[in-house]
């Protein structure tokens, strides 16, 4: 069993930047991708972001294609999310996930099925 704790959220202002953490900790070796997903309220839960556990490939929304980073820091096996530019719509609970490699994930690493480890979500509200 993995666990995940994510931490950073919080209230800004729009264009404002923000870094969310997921720390993963349990069985760590058998990740294969951290994911980023959000739900705004009345919105269903969508993809933001992904990284492989070794760090590479990552994929992101189009929505915050160059605007939000994923990467990962190996000594403290965390996962983050750098928010830059923020704006109204990226208000929402994001949450991290944790899944294993499996034909599913490798195929479809954007989707929620591909991760079945999540954390309890981190509010992140962008108001002026």
């Known amino acids: 069993q993995v666990q995940l704790v994510e931490s950073g959220g919080g209230l800004v202002q729009p264009e404002d930047s923000l870094r969310l953490s997921c720390a993963a900790s349990?069985?760590?070796?058998?990740?294969?991708?951290v994911g980023w997903f959000r739900q705004a309220p009345g919105k269903e839960r969508e993809f933001v972001a992904t990284?492989?556990?070794?760090?590479?490939?990552?994929s992101y929304a189009g929505p915050v294609k160059g605007r939000f980073t994923i990467s990962r820091d190996y000594a403290k096996n965390t996962v983050y999310l750098q928010m830059n530019s923020l704006r109204p719509e990226d208000t929402a609970i994001y949450y991290c996930?944790?899944?294993?490699?499996?034909?599913?994930?490798?195929?479809?690493?954007?989707?929620?099925?591909?991760?079945?480890?999540w954390g309890q979500g981190t509010q992140v509200t962008v108001s002026s």
């Open positions: 996930a944790a899944g294993p490699t499996t034909s599913y994930s490798t195929t479809y690493p954007r989707a929620e099925a591909a991760y079945d480890s």
């Open positions: 349990g069985r760590t070796f058998s990740i294969y991708r």
């Open positions: 990284i492989r556990w070794s760090g590479d490939s990552p």
